[in-house]
């Protein structure tokens, strides 16, 4: 098993040029250890390695009951014990290279950091890759050691410990708890801190958050100590972060909640998607559901449209696409069938006004251009990491997106849009698709962002995993 479950992009100049570094003492070590192992025994009773088991739904399609179960004692399984030695060597190594990576460790204000969720045999790891789009470097810079198997990030930079803007990255998985990392620390081994607390055992029933795997999460701009999870224990949880608890409860879905999104205008508007074939929209001032989508498969993505901010675009498992108005929600706007597996991502970027970035378990990735009444296909190309498991662009660069997969060898890609249409104009001889739409692309655009195809993206690093079960 090697695949890349999820994917986000931090913007330019955020993150701190030297990363703080953590050095802990083996007594600090030990508790990390101690405290790890206590919650992998609980997560082992859940799963029913115990006496006593959560109830789960029967129509568990993704084998969330039993996901990477072992009949081994769970002391066993994958954890932070298994990855130090009994005598922990606190002397500093001595560095007499002179070709030495150190200059790699600066992160450069023109540098995106890249978080990806990379599953390997037992291992869950947060890698944290630097893109540079002027000097084409993309390079894995740290890595952080997750507990569990990530599905969902969420960029943050609010902090309520720090009144400065943070570099921190939200991350839900298979554990019903979600834990904040701060990706401007390297080494660290436990989240700046956590949002939820789960535990099956009756002495320690100090359950608060969800009780089941996070799928999604996304962060309110406006209102910026508010985060929004779903989860498949069917509800939406609308968390305070300066009281670190949930502050609002949505239950008004009759299956797992599969992906949400906040309004990028409207700090009380709340669009979420279920398994139980429906979109809903609230307004979270009033815990109320003002618009309802009824759709014939599960939802699996949904998003705003940022430059007509009444419509909400919808995909679905069987790969079609839809958009509504909300000042009209009875009528479609438009529908297309843009994959032939379920869709995994759904990106629409202000940067780029008409352009929907698509792509699906068919292992293809698609651009359309939706400002006219019927979408229109004007990029579509399979880029070989077989089953695409998530989607992100830039948030600096318009055309550039990230795209992870399930191909062992080949399962993360950083994409140029512009430059793979430029590519394929130039193999046709054929107009630009982008040029025959009513998308506008100025001429500037291309010469500042399309990356000279003699200097592909290097990697100044080679980079192994460093963990072993």
């Known amino acids: 098993m090697n695949f890349i479950s999820c994917v986000k992009w931090v913007h330019q100049g955020v993150a701190k040029s030297n990363p703080e570094k953590v050095q802990l003492t083996p007594e600090e070590l030990q508790n990390i250890i101690d405290s790890t192992k206590s919650e992998i025994e609980d997560e082992f009773e859940k799963e029913g390695g115990g006496e006593e088991t959560m109830e789960t739904d029967e129509g568990d399609v993704y084998n969330f009951e039993r996901y990477d179960r072992e009949e081994e004692n769970p002391s066993m399984l994958m954890g932070i014990g298994n990855l130090v030695a009994d005598d922990v060597d606190n002397t500093p190594p001595v560095n007499n290279d002179p070709d030495s990576d150190d200059e790699d460790d600066i992160i450069k204000p023109t540098d995106n950091l890249i978080a990806v969720g990379h599953i390997e045999g037992d291992a869950s790891v947060l890698e944290i890759y630097v893109y540079n789009d002027q000097d084409g470097d993309l390079y894995v810079h740290h890595d952080i050691l997750l507990p569990t198997m990530p599905l969902c990030l969420e960029w943050l930079s609010y902090d309520p410990a720090d009144p400065k803007p ?31 607390k789960f535990s099956v055992k009756k002495k320690r029933n100090k359950s608060h958050g969800h009780k089941d795997a996070v799928l999604d999460l996304s962060w309110n701009v406006n209102y910026k100590h508010i985060l929004a999870s779903c989860s498949v224990d069917k509800t939406i949880l609308l968390w305070d972060l300066d009281e670190g608890k949930a502050s609002t409860t949505i239950n008004q879905f009759s299956d797992k909640v599969q992906c949400l999104k906040w309004h990028p205008g409207d700090c009380h508007s709340l669009i979420a998607g279920s398994s139980d074939k429906t979109a809903k929209v609230f307004d979270c001032r009033h815990d109320e559901t003002t618009t309802t989508f009824q759709f014939d498969d599960e939802v699996e993505k949904v998003n705003w449209c940022p430059w007509e901010t009444n419509r909400v675009v919808i995909g679905t498992g069987q790969g079609s696409v839809y958009c509504y108005d ?88 950083v994409i140029n849009f512009q430059h793979e249409m430029a590519k394929e104009e130039e193999n046709t001889n ?35 995993h460093k963990f072993r079960k």
């Open 166 to 196: 943070s570099n921190l990255m939200a991350v839900g998985g298979m554990s019903a708890v979600i834990g904040i990392w701060d990706l401007d620390v390297i080494d660290c081994l436990e989240p700046a801190y956590q949002l939820g």
């Open 326 to 413: 909300l000042r009209n929600p009875q009528v479609k706007v438009w529908e297309i069938k843009a994959h032939n597996d379920e869709i995994t991502g759904l990106e629409l970027d202000s940067k780029t006004p008409g352009l929907l970035y698509t792509c699906a378990n068919d292992g293809f990735a698609k651009v359309w251009d939706i400002k006219s009444s019927q979408p229109n296909n004007i990029h579509s190309k399979c880029y070989k990491v077989d089953e695409i498991q998530c989607l992100s662009i830039n948030p600096n660069f318009p055309y550039v997106a990230c795209m992870g997969g399930t191909n062992k060898s080949h399962n993360f890609r």
């Open 430 to 464: 054929k107009p630009a698709p982008s040029t025959s739409s009513n998308v506008e692309i100025p001429e500037s655009a291309f010469s500042s962002l399309t990356l000279k195809s003699s200097k592909p993206f290097k990697s100044k690093k080679k980079y192994g």
